[in-house]
């Protein structure tokens, strides 16, 4: 038995001294295991505690070796470590250093802050060392993070002020937009409105309207953020003359531009407005768009028979500068009006593409000093305006101008469509809600003349034909307030949830629940009739 | 006559500070404690001697390895190649102001580039016995009118900071070590600073460490890309192979940082190493500057460059140029032990404030002082540093020693200092 102590200590100990080769340690085992099953042939006489002894540190042994492999060094020793050595410190060693791991730290309470100095008996304090100080909840605090996204913000915005227009500083913009309360005000207006929101420079709106201030526009116009001035205008509109006015009895210091309210200003052009000295020119794309829908595909038709004039059709007619090689004006691109001849209309609401007649207002940018009095430094170019007849009016913009050839081209000398010229407008004579609110809920038939689709969708055939009687002819438009269609939604998705209300649903479901439907029809159009 | 001259005077002045208003929308003018001085010509207010000294010095040194000329201890190197063209140089030592001995001590690197300063002290004392045997004028004065470049970790110390066994005798026996005694007198030009600590002599001119200017030129952006980086920065937290515990490397503060705040979305720290190093310095806000071993890093020179605020945690340190620059008005100081407060610090600077410090880092000027580039340029640190010497001059007459007369001791320091080198 002795010798089989022996051996198993020697095993152990090849064991532990070839700890890291997995071979040893399986042959340490199978020298073992055998070292076991020898014995109980070899001897006779083991004390059945020596055997006991044996196999407890075998177990232990194995035990130990498979801790070992999987934690990776000596767990024996650090066993014998703890149970030998006293715990020294309130640092809890940790063999073998890993460095993705943290270290021990020092958790810090406001009380503890000295005693987190004191560290175990092999270190000393240098003077000054904190140890490292680690807040109680080390998270990001949800309002000093608000604080500091307004802090970026603010940061990005000097940022663009300083750096954005190509470090020239920006000038105001003042923008004229002439309007009239009409159906569509409210749609155009809002487009220029979001449009000079949007805009990173300061911006003054003079809003000019014909016949007077009127209280529809001032509603619209107050949700903006810019500075409104807000003017009444009651002759036909010359467009400048209230401007100048306003331009020069607040020496307002900018570019003039003159937004038309329904046209579609790209961002990048203002940003090129800025470069303008006196003044500007841009090229504005023109959208001749007929308000008729079948016009419009006639004339789709006709411009394929037209293969020779399909060059000059697919191209968007722009007006604007025309320059030469050298970046010189030389020119002026003009709507052509040749080829709508005969289908062009003045105003509005006639079944015809609304087209500029002469040269748009909107293509041209000035500096705010040509409108003022003082002629300090002004160019000698530009006429004096008191000179102007006031009751003419103005009829090009280039006549404002002794030397037309001065105007400076913009984007890129006339290159660059900055916005986009449209004229669409419902008929005269239609009718909207004031504020585009309806309160309280109309029950108004309104014939409709001219729709070229059918008022009402036909219904799909299923059980409700008993609905079809509801609408009253193919001409008619039949205004269903909103909450009596939800009333007869709801009433149908109770019915039944397995069909969506007023859709084509599936025959098979239909006939499985025959009578609900039928009850529940007829119930809704006699709720019907008698409303009726 | 007198009012014709008081007039354009007046005319003058209102020009200028016109146009200087103008130019302040985007830039301010910075005037630290000694005046305006950024962009003071130091030619003409002083002469400057440049010693011979044989080539095992320097140029040797350089040759055996030219990484000397890439880290951050370059100064050395560049200020003496400047000096050599410059225009303040004169070959009359008489006529001198300041003497200067062209030597590198901190270009004696390991495999993996760090300098080894155990040397150093040796190669001093061999130089300094070799001019004062040469040339009278460092027995004249024992060094007080020259001047010396010492960019490493502790300066003139020549040593590091801790000694790896953590026994507190030993510790207080590397700080005992002090400035080489032999350079006592002389002024120092060194990148260490630090209030209260041997190792930064009273008159000592502090200056940043040395930084690419090309490389940082090359990866420059254009300014209007909008700053979205808080808080910036990138380099180790904790010192794995010096110090495994924690605690003692940058004195706990490093660490402290990245426990308190790896989990928060402003502050973008790590230890990576990303090529776009430069570009993010330039899209963030605050650029951290703990310290490191030293006090000192070349965050500093890079946030100063790049237009991002520099956050120095680093108890009682003396940053470059200090007389001059007016750092507290520039970047923002955190006390080590608020390090856990640093958001809160950060997020409670009022905007204007911050706008403030970005116009006066946008100065370029500024941006110069901290640069050593190639050839010189008018107002960066090489003139920083002369014109901190021309604001030393004229010395004072006690410097002068009588005839006999002796005040430093050769035998001081270390005995193993004291082998020739």
Known sequence: MASFHKEEEEAKAKAEEGKKSTTMKLSALHQSYLNRRRSPLDSSVDAPSKSFLAVFWLVLHCLCCLISLLLGFRFSRLVFFFLVSTPSSSNLYSPPFRPDLPPPRIDLTPSNATTAEVKTSSSRVVVGRHGILIRPWPHPDPVEVMKAHRIIERVQREQKAVFGAGGKGSRTVIAVTPTYVRTFQALHLNGVMHSLMLVPYDVVWIVVEAGGVSNETASIVAKSGVRVIHVGFDQRMPNTWEDRGKVEEEKLDGVVMFADDSNMHSMEFFDEIQNVKWFGAVSVGILAHSGNAEEMVMSMDKRREMVDEVEERSSLPVQGPACNATDKLIGWHVFNTLPYAGKSAVYIDDVAAVLPQKLEWCGFVLNSRILWDEAESKPEWVKEFGLLNENEGVESPLSLLNDPSMVEPLGSCGRQVLLWWLRVEARADSKFPPGWVIDPPLEITVAAKRTPWPDVPPEPPTKKKDQMSLSQGNNNVVVIPKQQQQQQQQQQQRSSKVRKPKRRSKRNKHEAKPTDTTTQVSSSTKHHQERN | ?421
């Open chain 2, 1 to 421: 006559m007198m009012n014709r001259s008081s007039l354009s005077t007046i005319l003058l002045f209102l020009f200028f500070s016109a146009s200087s208003a103008e130019h302040n929308a985007r830039t301010e003018r910075i005037s630290g404690s000694a005046g305006d001085v950024l962009e003071d010509n130091p030619v003409g207010r002083l002469k400057v001697y440049v010693y011979e000294l044989p080539s095992k010095y320097n140029k040797k040194l350089l040759q055996k390895d030219p990484r000397c000329l890439t880290h951050m201890f370059a100064a050395e190197i560049f200020m003496h190649r400047f000096l050599l063209s410059s225009p303040v140089r004169t070959r009359n030592p008489d006529e001198a102001d300041w003497f200067y001995t062209p030597i590198y001590p901190t270009c004696d690197l390991t495999p993996t580039g760090l300098p080894l300063p155990f040397k150093s002290p040796r190669m001093m004392r061999s130089a300094i016995q070799l001019i004062s045997s040469n040339w009278p004028y460092w027995n004249r004065t024992e060094g007080a009118d020259h001047f010396f470049v010492v960019p490493h970790d502790f300066g003139a110390c020549f040593h590091y900071q801790v000694e790896f066994n953590f026994d507190i005798k030993q510790e207080e026996k590397a700080i005992e070590r002090g400035i080489l005694p032999l350079l006592q007198r002389a002024t120092l030009v060194q990148t260490f600073g630090q209030r209260n600590h041997v190792c930064l002599d009273q008159g000592s001119i502090t200056i940043p460490p040395f930084a690419p200017p090309q490389k940082m030129q090359a990866h420059l952006i254009p300014p209007d890309i909008p700053r979205s980086i808080f808080v910036y920065f990138r380099g180790l937290f904790y010192d794995v192979n010096n110090d495994p515990e924690g605690g003692y490397y940058a004195r706990g503060a490093r660490a402290a940082v990245w426990e308190n705040f790896k989990n928060n979305p402003l502050f973008d720290i790590s230890t990576d190493h990303p090529t776009t190093y430069y570009e993010d310095m330039q899209r963030s806000i605050f650029c951290l500057c703990p310290l490191g071993w030293a006090p000192w890093s070349p965050r500093l020179v890079e946030a100063v460059v790049f237009g991002c605020i520099p956050v120095i945690i680093a108890d009682d340190i003396v940053l470059p140029f200090a007389d001059a620059i007016p750092w507290e008005e520039i970047g923002v100081f955190v006390a080590e032990k608020d390090v856990p407060k640093l958001d809160t610090i950060l997020t409670s600077i009022p905007t204007e404030v911050i706008l403030r410090k970005q116009r006066l880092l946008a100065n370029p000027s500024m941006k110069q002082a901290m640069l050593f580039p190639q050839p010189a340029q008018p107002g960066d640190s090489f003139h920083q540093i002369l014109n901190g010497l021309a604001r030393k001059l004229p010395h004072d007459r006690s410097i002068y020693l009588r005839e006999g007369e002796k005040v430093l001791n050769w035998t001081a320091g270390p005995v193993g200092d004291l082998k020739p080198w």
